[in-house]
């Protein structure tokens, strides 16, 4: 017998197997109200009222429903109650500003745009689809004992459609089916070894790969969900504290945080011997990876992947072989990026480009079908990082192919950022590189010829925050004669970045 892999399932095992258990614990303090603790059977519940709602509305399987909003019960809601009735989530990024929100709403064809009441001014000049805010109409958009229609499982079906920043100048909508999340999310939690006793903190945005997908397998195994809407170091130590976190994702950066907050913390830090942290998104420096496990005593966990791959394809997690190394030999061992999660199959192509076969490898890139052919070519996806894979089967990530910016976890495209410069009159030419930082991985940087008119730095800076979301914002300008070009005129990226980089032993960071 087959039956389809479809995102239902996860919730539908909670609210069998789970139903009195706290569920979601929401965020306290937001501009929508509250929507407090909730069971696994009041989630499910509204869950399903929020797919009768879109019945209501007339969006059919397949239509696309945009969400922009900070971490929220009303978010992971929208995953369940729009994807789990064969409709297609749009999560989209809620650092952007209006015109990129505005590109993807309208790239994406979606019929409704949920959004969160703090972020309205972001999209007031969108106007074609329906706009409808979160908390404004509660007792309609999850009526609570509507019946929405039977949807016919189908594992093929696109359940999400997440934009990413890439190696264009508009980012591209990654289409992953039912079938690629839930492969994701059942491996993801077996290597994790999630279970009813796990209590998730999201420092990780829902938006960013539907927070990895962590969310889905989790709520499969009966574990709770803590909901955080802005990530702080401090506050994240509170939060482990007074629920027993014992699983949280994110950048190095958000590690950093946590770091800085425990070097202040009062009393022993919380979830010594509990806690796992899984990072992803740049290699994080040995030294952090010790600091994890020597200051606050949790278990440090690296994983490798894309958007493309929903994102799961390598993970680096603790073996029994490790344990009689020191601290620091054991960093430089997790300092890699993984061996493949079950599933996989990774190469490395003769340029060094990383290749992955995998079931959590994307559909296709939403109406891009030359995208597509390119990045499945000779049926591999490429993944447009550079590696190598060690003899005892280890990936390690020492250069990007891509041009392309991850600063503090988020990717930004170069080509974008030097278009939106490339608007300012006073700029002739520009180069958008990154620059390694401790704090944020890499430090969005422009390098500009002018055409000899006096523009500052902080001028150019508040031109690119009218079109650019602020982490895309070069964190430094600095201006140049002339940018190294080839003969055909192309930029030398390489060349620009090697006086940034000549310290470094890999190209990110
Ligand atoms: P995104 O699609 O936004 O999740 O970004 C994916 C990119 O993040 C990859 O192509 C890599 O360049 C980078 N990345 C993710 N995980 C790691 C890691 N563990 N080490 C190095 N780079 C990573």
Request: overall charge negative.
């Amino acid at each position: 017998m087959e039956t389809p892999l479809v995102i239902n399932d996860f919730l539908a095992r909670a609210e069998v197997a789970y139903g009195d258990r706290v569920a979601v614990i929401d965020e306290a303090d937001q501009p929508a109200p509250s929507l407090g603790d909730l069971t696994w059977t009041e989630f499910a519940e509204r869950s399903r009222g929020h797919a009768a709602w879109l019945d209501y509305l007339g969006v059919p399987v397949g239509g696309r429903v945009a969400i922009i909003s900070q971490n929220s019960a009303r978010m992971l809601l929208s995953f369940f109650g729009v994807c789990g009735s064969g409709r297609v989530l749009v999560p989209i990024n809620f650092r952007l500003v209006e015109e990129e929100i505005a590109y993807i709403v309208e790239h994406s064809g979606a019929e409704v745009l949920l959004v969160d009441p703090e972020l309205v001014d972001h999209v007031t000049g969108i106007g074609h689809p329906r706009v409808v805010v979160l908390g404004d109409d509660d007792d309609l958009v999850y009526g609570l004992g509507r019946t929405p229609e039977p949807w016919t499982r189908d594992e093929a079906a696109t359940a999400t459609i997440n934009y990413t920043s890439g190696t264009t100048a508009r980012p591209k909508g990654v289409q992953l089916t039912h079938r690629n999340l839930w492969i994701n999310a059942v491996t993801f939690s077996l290597h994790l070894g999630v279970s009813d006793r796990d209590i998730y903190l999201h420092t990780l945005p829902l938006f960013h790969v539907n927070g990895w997908g962590v969310p889905f397998g989790l709520t499969g195994m009966g574990g709770s969900h803590i909901v955080l809407r802005k990530v702080d170091g401090a506050e994240i130590l509170r939060r482990i504290d007074e629920h027993g976190v014992t699983l949280l994702c994110g950048a190095p950066a958000v590690i950093s945080m946590i770091l800085e907050a425990a070097a202040e913390w009062e009393g022993p830090i919380p979830g010594r011997d509990r806690v796992r942290v899984v990072v992803a998104g740049a290699p994080p420096p040995t030294t952090v990876i010790e600091a994890v496990e020597m200051t606050l005593g949790w278990e440090f966990i690296q994983i490798y992947g894309l958007t493309e791959t929903s994102p799961l394809l390598t993970m680096n997690r603790r073996r029994a072989e490790y344990d009689d190394l020191t601290p620091n030999e054991r960093a430089r061992l997790l300092g890699r990026a993984g061996t493949p999660s079950l599933g996989t199959a990774l190469d490395v192509s003769p340029d060094g480009e990383v290749l992955a076969r995998s079931s959590t490898v994307l559909e296709a890139y939403w109406d891009n079908h030359a995208a597509t052919e390119e990045a499945l070519e000779g049926g591999w996806f490429h993944t447009g990082d550079g590696g190598t894979i060690s003899a005892d089967g280890y990936l390690s990530i020492t250069d990007r192919k891509k041009d392309v910016i991850i600063t503090g976890g988020e990717n930004v495209s170069s080509i974008e950022v030097e278009d939106a410069l490339l608007h300012h009159p006073a700029i002739r030419e520009v180069a958008v590189i990154g620059i390694p930082d401790e704090q944020w991985g890499e430090l969005v940087t422009a390098l500009v010829v002018t055409d000899g008119s006096a523009v500052s730095a902080e001028e150019i800076v508040a031109f690119s925050r009218q079109h650019l979301a602020g982490y895309k914002i070069p964190r430094k300008v600095l201006f140049r004669d002339e940018l190294a070009r080839t003969a055909t005129g192309k930029l030398q990226k390489a060349k620009l970045r090697e006086p940034f980089w000549s310290g470094s032993d890999r190209q990110v960071h």
